[in-house]
């Protein structure tokens, strides 16, 4: 059984530039960690390769990145790129924010800007995508997110510099130049596209949050100011907010061959463990050259999709109860009563109509405690009209013991691989 100590944190720095402390708004950061699940997109104009975004520049020939340069902007043309099919996904998936790749390492831009001729502008699509995309997460009530890199390819390119990263020429702190050109990239981020929600600076932060906070101090700045852990997840819980950053294969971009991807099953047992470690999970697509989502990527959002339609409740607006795991149980805790969940992990054989008993030793019951599994009134199991399918508990000295049916018909075959969340109220701790 794992444990820890929950410590309400107050965030962070109170005096960082000049005027009032500059840092995340304490209000903001606890809607930050209310929303749970974010939609990370990263596309650009070498999705048309299939390639690494960005980093095959680095090291690159100055034919290789002439070309780059120059060629590839002629030929992308996104033009099935449908934003609202995006955000419909994004919506019907339970992600509460998409974060979007304005400006990748490469420098070329994702909107319209006057700062270089190295955006898509200027590109036979020409149409900005960033605001279109923006309008349609707005839309449909979705949070707007910026990721936004310091690190610009085609700046160091310009100035005759080698392509490189953590390079001291490379670094903005060390390259006025560089600095001016993101400062004036941001600003028109921030002043020309509405409200910005979410806030991801994928480099060094320095004078870029200070400008972000002065430009829109309601947005909440996550890399640059918060843990956000790439490919894994920490074995503990951290203080404070954090965000895990996963790709759904083994690449951010699009990669049309040699990939792999993760099970519909590994994504909803990660987004529970990280959310019982308090944490938000940010899963990532790289849409197609042509603006769609691959199909690959479409179908595993739509099978978590499906488990957060009947289970969102346990994940939105929680925070970690004060044991994470015991065992295959996770918890999460509502965030403002007594309500605990238990995420029922690892039990792909379990049949429609089969009772099973578990025993929580971290969960204690009170007079008015109720146990229930989400998605289920434990009152009617399909075709049989003699079942009782309620969820029973009584109170023991060595825990909470429940005994509950898998009851709900989720697909044809009623085979469900995924886990089941048990909601308890008005449930205490245990130590």
Same mark, same amino acid.
């Given at each position: 059984?794992?444990?820890?100590?929950?410590?309400?944190?107050?965030?962070?720095?109170?005096?960082?530039?000049?005027?009032?402390?500059?840092?995340?708004?304490?209000?903001?950061?606890?809607?930050?960690?209310?929303?749970?699940?974010?939609?990370?997109?990263?596309?650009?104009?070498?999705?048309?390769?299939?390639?690494?975004?960005?980093?095959?520049?680095?090291?690159?020939?100055?034919?290789?990145?002439?070309?780059?340069?120059?060629?590839?902007?002629?030929?992308?043309?996104?033009?099935?790129?449908?934003?609202?099919?995006?955000?419909?996904?994004?919506?019907?998936?339970?992600?509460?924010?998409?974060?979007?790749?304005?400006?990748?390492?490469?420098?070329?831009?994702?909107?319209?800007?006057?700062?270089?001729?190295?955006?898509?502008?200027?590109?036979?699509?020409?149409?900005?995508?960033?605001?279109?995309?923006?309008?349609?997460?707005?839309?449909?009530?979705?949070?707007?997110?910026?990721?936004?890199?310091?690190?610009?390819?085609?700046?160091?390119?310009?100035?005759?510099?080698?392509?490189?990263?953590?390079?001291?020429?490379?670094?903005?702190?060390?390259?006025?130049?560089?600095?001016?050109?993101?400062?004036?990239?941001?600003?028109?981020?921030?002043?020309?596209?509405?409200?910005?929600?979410?806030?991801?600076?994928?480099?060094?932060?320095?004078?870029?949050?200070?400008?972000? &906070?002065?430009?829109? /101090?309601?947005?909440?700045? %996550?890399?640059?100011?918060?843990?956000?852990? *790439? $490919?894994? +997840?920490?074995?503990?819980?951290?203080?404070?907010?954090?965000?895990?950053?996963?790709?759904?294969?083994?690449?951010?971009?699009?990669?049309?061959?040699?990939?792999?991807?993760?099970?519909?099953?590994?994504?909803?047992?990660?987004?529970?463990?990280?959310?019982?470690?308090?944490?938000?999970?940010?899963?990532?697509?790289?849409?197609?050259?042509?603006?769609?989502?691959?199909?690959?990527?479409?179908?595993?959002?739509?099978?978590?999709?499906?488990?957060?339609?009947?289970?969102?409740?346990?994940?939105?607006?929680?925070?970690?109860?004060?044991?994470?795991?015991?065992?295959?149980?996770?918890?999460?805790?509502?965030?403002?009563?007594?309500?605990?969940?238990?995420?029922?992990?690892?039990?792909?054989? &379990?049949?429609?109509? /089969?009772?099973?008993?578990? %025993?929580?030793?971290?969960?204690?019951?009170? *007079? $008015?405690? +109720?146990?229930?599994?989400?998605?289920?009134?434990?009152?009617?199991?399909?075709?049989?009209?003699?079942?009782?399918?309620?969820?029973?508990?009584?109170?023991?000295?060595?825990?909470?013991?429940?005994?509950?049916?898998?009851?709900?018909?989720?697909?044809?075959?009623?085979?469900?691989?995924?886990?089941?969340?048990?909601?308890?109220?008005?449930?205490?701790?245990?130590?």
């Amino acid at each position: 059984m794992m444990t820890f100590r929950l410590v309400v944190v107050v965030v962070m720095s109170l005096s960082m530039a000049a005027g009032a402390g500059a840092a995340n708004r304490p209000e903001r950061v606890e809607w930050f960690m209310d929303q749970g699940l974010g939609m990370f997109v990263h596309w650009s104009v070498d999705s048309q390769l299939g390639s690494v975004i960005s980093h095959s520049m680095v090291g690159a020939s100055d034919d290789y990145l002439s070309r780059f340069i120059y060629d590839l902007p002629e030929t992308f043309y996104p033009e099935r790129f449908n934003p609202d099919e995006w955000a419909r996904l994004a919506k019907l998936a339970g992600m509460k924010y998409v974060v979007f790749t304005t400006k990748h390492h490469s420098g070329f831009c994702m909107f319209h800007t006057q700062t270089t001729p190295f955006n898509i502008a200027n590109t036979p699509y020409g149409q900005d995508i960033t605001r279109k995309l923006f309008e349609s997460l707005r839309k449909y009530g979705i949070a707007v997110g910026v990721y936004f890199s310091p690190d610009d390819f085609w700046m160091l390119h310009m100035q005759g510099k080698d392509v490189s990263r953590r390079r001291p020429e490379a670094l903005p702190q060390n390259n006025p130049e560089l600095m001016a050109h993101n400062k004036a990239q941001l600003r028109e981020l921030l002043t020309q596209y509405g409200p910005i929600d979410v806030l991801f600076i994928d480099g060094e932060p320095n004078e870029l949050k200070e400008l972000a &906070w002065e430009l829109q /101090d309601d947005l909440v700045i %996550t890399r640059g100011e918060m843990e956000t852990p *790439e $490919q894994n +997840t920490p074995d503990e819980p951290m203080r404070g907010p954090w965000e895990a950053c996963y790709t759904l294969g083994t690449q951010w971009q699009f990669k049309p061959t040699n990939e792999t991807y993760k099970s519909g099953t590994q994504l909803i047992e990660m987004l529970i463990e990280i959310r019982a470690k308090g944490g938000n999970f940010l899963l990532n697509v790289g849409p197609q050259p042509d603006g769609v989502i691959p199909f690959e990527q479409e179908r595993r959002i739509r099978e978590l999709a499906l488990w957060m339609f009947i289970n969102g409740e346990a994940i939105h607006g929680i925070r970690p109860w004060h044991v994470i795991r015991e065992g295959n149980i996770w918890f999460t805790k509502a965030k403002d009563d007594d309500t605990v969940y238990a995420f029922l992990t690892r039990l792909p054989d &379990w049949k429609r109509g /089969d009772r099973k008993e578990f %025993t929580l030793r971290s969960v204690g019951a009170t *007079e $008015q405690t +109720t146990v229930s599994v989400l998605g289920q009134t434990g009152r009617v199991l399909e075709y049989n009209v003699n079942a009782r399918p309620e969820a029973r508990w009584s109170q023991e000295a060595d825990g909470l013991h429940v005994s509950v049916v898998r009851a709900q018909r989720i697909y044809n075959d009623s085979k469900w691989p995924n886990p089941i969340v048990l909601r308890i109220t008005n449930a205490k701790a245990k130590p």
